[in-house]
């Protein structure tokens, strides 16, 4: 369990946070957790594998709704030769007339055509926050972490704050509550997978002089 963390103001907790799934990887699990969306997606040992050759989030999506601030934690890695796009989301939808994801937040490795981690509000796309400084490593495992408390999302790359981004407008996490993972033109696994009710309190953060 990744130890407690900070963003601004605030301080995560995933020991304290409840667990509302955690369930192992298996066939049984994939039919009935997890809905395909896009893409070819099946189970492969301990691994869940996506693969989507399309520029489209080519998708699961979870038949079972996780309101309020959650957190997804997982395990991923790129299938080579595949070099890009570890992506998942939350506070989630799935547009079943247009047939794409509606509202959610996005969060990703190695995306957004540049290499870019990175933080995203669908479908209009007005909140997109990124990073090139993310040194991604195609195949490597990296144990993921993202969320968000009313709008304050983050994303956690093996136990280190990698970004945060606020959204003014947050999510309606009760009416738009699910969870997912997308394979953007790419080739990925995931296992390990834990969803959970975040526990966090209000942190102060000032300064202290470095000088006099």
């Known amino acids: ?33 997890w809905k395909i969306c896009g893409g070819e997606w099946k189970v492969e040992g301990e691994w869940i594998t996506g693969r989507n050759p399309g520029n489209c989030p080519g998708m699961i999506v979870s038949r079972f709704d996780y309101p309020g601030d959650v ?5 991923a890695r790129t299938v080579p030769p595949c070099t890009h796009d570890i992506d998942f989301m939350w506070n989630g939808s799935w547009d079943e007339r247009n047939n794409r994801r509606g509202l959610a937040y996005v969060a990703g490795l190695e995306g957004w055509w540049e290499g870019k981690a990175g933080i995203e509000k669908s479908p209009e796309y007005k909140l997109n926050a990124g990073t090139a400084l993310f040194d991604f490593q195609p195949g490597r495992v990296y144990r993921i972490l993202g969320g968000s408390v009313g709008g304050h999302c983050f994303l956690v790359v093996d136990g280190k704050l990698i970004l945060e981004a606020t959204d003014p407008d947050p999510i309606d996490s009760d009416r738009n509550a699910k969870v997912g993972f997308e394979a953007y033109c790419s080739h990925i696994q995931i296992r390990n997978i834990r969803i959970m009710r975040i526990a966090w309190e209000p942190f102060e953060m000032t300064y202290s002089p470095e000088f006099r």
């Not at 907790?13 to 039919?31: A, H, I, N, Q, W």
């Not at 957190?71 to 395990?75: G, I, L, N």
């Open 1 to 33: 369990m990744p130890r407690p963390f900070t963003i601004m103001r605030k301080k995560i907790d995933p020991r304290r946070s409840t667990v509302l799934y955690d369930d192992p990887v298996g066939e049984k699990m994939f039919l009935s957790d």
């Open 71 to 75: 957190m997804v934690e997982f395990d």
